[in-house]
Nanobody, 122 residues
Framework: HVQLVESGGGLVQTGGSLRLSCAAS?????????TGWFRQAPGKGREFVAQ????????SYGNSVKGRFTISRGNAEGSVGLQMNSLHPDDTGVYFC??????????????WGQGIQVTVSS
């Protein structure tokens, strides 16, 4: 019974920055818990963006965002942020906050937010 609500997003110019936040509520009984982000660009499938483990505080990133995006824990338990720098139009899409049992690729989260639009203009 976990709820995830994204905030932030919007329109930004190429090379700019944007920060997404995800507020989490509810609890799970997972031994290993992780939160993260996926995105879906126009005409593409859902793509893994970033993940953070809440036991080890370890992070992982999709190849397309590595070195530009940073995932971090928020102030509230279970909350997570995504700092996006050096944005490119290819980063445009709907970004989904996700949570689930921690594992490496392929990660299949159990809970999803509604998604939030990020648009990078050229």
């Amino acid at each position: 019974h976990v709820q995830l609500v994204e905030s932030g997003g919007g329109l930004v110019q190429t090379g700019g920055s944007l920060r997404l936040s995800c507020a989490a509520s509810g609890r799970t009984s997972w031994d290993w818990y992780a939160t993260g982000w996926f995105r879906q660009a126009p005409g593409k499938g859902r793509e893994f963006v970033a993940q953070i483990s809440w036991l080890q505080h370890s992070t992982s990133y999709g190849n397309s965002v590595k070195g530009r995006f940073t995932i971090s824990r928020g102030n509230a338990e279970g909350s997570v942020g995504l700092q996006m720098n050096s944005l490119h139009p290819d980063d445009t899409g709907v970004y989904f906050c996700a949570a689930g049992e921690y594992r490496r690729s392929p990660w299949t989260p159990s809970y999803w937010g509604q998604g939030i639009q990020v648009t990078v203009s050229s």
